[in-house]
């Protein structure tokens, strides 16, 4: 109940295309969902985070939407660029203030 | 504003020794976690502490063992290391829940 199920593993878009990773989790109490960028050999840094109490929530290119009722949210990546070829992690907080991670997604944009 | 700091960035170790690694917080951040990241395993919680208690602990072997300071510096050590210890060890801190976590660069732990 703790897992946080993140697909696909690796994601290869074209220049300009929608990049899309998916996340999800069973623990109802889990209450800040944060998404992740990390680039090799560096340590990840904070992209975009939403709370349950609202169902999107945008920033720039990327856009975090959530559905409560499936326990499933997602990031899109609009107009995506070589510079967004990362690894993106998902997570959930849980009621301890633990984060709980997904396994990643390797994505690959090619110019 | 200083970010995270962990030192050393890269160590080799022989089986068998143990080592100790240093994590820095952003000035102000009392919450300091610890994860170890191999490339088919993701990003692995060790634990975390939170003004100088152990707040949370993931599944690691009691090999596996951390502290922290009255200064918020936190320090990881792995007794009787093994090959599969070797990894990136990360520290991350927040100023509290529901807040980002900043990630330092890491420790690249090779064990031989």
């Known amino acids: 109940q703790q897992q946080v199920k993140q697909s696909p593993q690796s994601l290869i878009v074209q220049k300009g295309g929608i990049s899309i990773i998916n996340c999800a989790y069973e623990n109802t109490a889990f209450d800040y969902f944060p998404w992740y960028q990390q680039f090799p050999g560096k340590g990840p840094a904070l992209l975009i985070a939403i709370r349950p109490d609202v169902s999107e929530k945008k920033e720039g290119r990327f856009t975090i939407s959530f559905n409560k009722s499936a326990k499933q949210f997602s990031l899109h990546i609009m107009d995506s660029q070589p510079g967004d070829s990362a690894t993106y992690f998902c997570?959930?907080?849980?009621?301890?203030?633990?984060?709980?991670w997904g396994a990643g997604t390797k994505l690959i944009i090619k110019p | 504003k200083a970010g995270v700091t962990q030192t050393p960035r890269y160590l080799i170790k022989t089986r068998g020794q143990q080592v100790t690694l240093s994590c820095s917080p952003i000035s102000g951040h009392r919450s300091v976690s610890w994860y170890q990241q191999t490339p088919g395993q993701g990003l692995q919680f060790l634990f975390e502490y939170f003004s100088e208690t152990q707040r949370n602990k993931g599944n690691f072997p009691g090999r596996f063992s951390g502290r922290q300071f009255s200064n918020s510096r936190s320090e990881m050590n792995v007794s009787t290391l093994e090959l599969g210890d070797s990894a990136l060890y990360l520290c991350?801190?927040?100023?509290?829940?529901?807040?980002?976590?900043?990630f330092g660069q890491g420790t690249r732990l090779t064990v031989v």
């Open positions: 991350a801190s927040s100023l509290r829940y529901n807040t980002e976590a900043f």
């Open positions: 997570a959930a907080e849980d009621s301890n203030y633990q984060l709980i």
